[in-house]
């Protein structure tokens, strides 16, 4: 396979414009007010009104996961991605994706990072946005 080469302007505004959009989106979870999550175990499987025997508070809140979606996967940003190993196609969606790996779980922190993440490239011109849900 035939690795795509960009010229040093290129190579050099496109790590720019990753590095700003990582940035922003760390920026966005340092400031993030997360709900946590508590899990209450109960005496009786399926039966809720049974004494609460343990309760658990998970601080990162519920689970989840997140990506950062950009279309189409023949733009030059795209193809870099996928050639420094950021980004991978995406067969289904069309596109490329960046899959969020940071945060452990924690789908708000998740969350808040792909849509400052997908801003940055979207205020650069850039069909980018935030796909996430619960795990």
């Known amino acids: 396979m035939k690795t ?3 010229s040093p302007t290129k190579e050099a505004e496109y790590k720019h414009l990753y590095n700003v959009a990582r940035i922003a989106g760390l920026e966005a979870v340092s400031t993030l007010q997360v709900v946590p999550m508590v899990v209450n175990q109960h ?3 399926l039966n809720d009104n049974s004494p609460i025997v343990e309760r658990y508070f998970v601080a990162d809140g519920v689970c989840g996961f997140a990506m950062i979606r950009i279309k189409p996967a023949n733009c030059g940003f795209a193809q870099w991605l996928v ?3 950021l980004a991978r196609k995406s067969d289904y969606y ?3 994706y ?3 790996m940071e945060f ?3 789908y708000q922190k998740k969350d808040a990072y792909g849509h400052a993440f997908a801003e ?3 205020s650069a011109g850039l069909r980018a946005y935030c ?3 619960l795990d």
Do not use: E, P, Y
């Open 4 to 6: 795509k080469r960009f």
């Open 43 to 45: 005496a009786q499987v």
């Open 83 to 85: 050639a420094k190993g």
């Open 94 to 96: 069309g596109g490329v």
């Open 98 to 100: 960046i899959t969020v």
């Open 104 to 106: 452990n779980q924690s």
């Open 120 to 122: 940055v490239l979207r």
């Open 131 to 133: 796909d996430s849900r």
